[in-house]
């Protein structure tokens, strides 16, 4: 299984729909969930969606991250400064318990993933966060911020794992600064000294 992953441009954007697609909630959503409030998403389309996301392919960074696995994209990985991910700031147990400042364009988030579901279970998402790491790095910032689910405290169907899973989080270094409820945890990963 040869194994690719590059940054979401203008060009991926077709390679990164179907990523989504392949089961979950991704193609739905268009990965717009943490980029706007709740009153404006209730109020989009997912064609709306979908041409929000689209326009973030022609800006910088890159939205995320496209894995292709022997040339078939299979993967994607929203990373980029948190400051543009609104809703992060604006969820309440995000909010109170993130120990960066809300406003710092150093401290970027790593949001979403969804791997198709015909590559599941290869390591790819585990894939897809090293790469996220080395994007933050390259990009400036300076923290990197993340919200997974602790799946040894909490059953969810693999829907509701798409911020991700603690234990990935762990083994690529990232530390515990925050738990908001059960199952639900802040990590961090400093990336240069602040």
């Known amino acids: 299984m040869a194994t690719m992953i590059e940054p979401a441009t203008a060009d991926r954007f077709d390679d990164v729909q179907h990523a989504l697609s392949g089961g979950g ?13 709740n009153r404006d998403w209730e109020q989009t389309t997912r064609d709306e969606r979908t041409g929000l996301f689209r326009a973030e392919f022609d800006g910088t960074p890159s939205p995320g991250l496209v894995a292709y696995v022997d040339g078939e994209a299979a ?43 015909e590559f599941r279970g290869r390591g790819l998402a585990s894939q897809l966060l090293d790469a996220a790491i080395v994007a933050a790095r390259d990009g400036g910032a300076r923290v990197l911020e993340a919200y997974p689910v602790d799946t040894a405290v909490v059953t969810k169907r693999v829907n509701d794992l798409y911020t991700g899973v603690l234990s990935s989080f762990l083994s690529a270094g990232f530390r515990e600064v925050a738990r908001t409820r059960a199952g639900r945890v802040i990590v961090e990963l400093e990336l240069r000294p602040s």
Do not use: I, N, Y
């Open 25 to 37: 909630d991704g193609a739905s959503c268009q990965c717009q969930w943490w980029m706007m409030r």
């Open 75 to 117: 993967g994607w990985v929203r990373v980029g400064p948190r400051t543009a991910q609104q809703r992060l700031a604006h969820t309440r147990e995000f909010a109170q318990k993130s120990v960066q400042p809300w406003d710092d364009p150093s401290v970027w988030g790593v949001s979403c993933f969804v791997v198709r579901r």
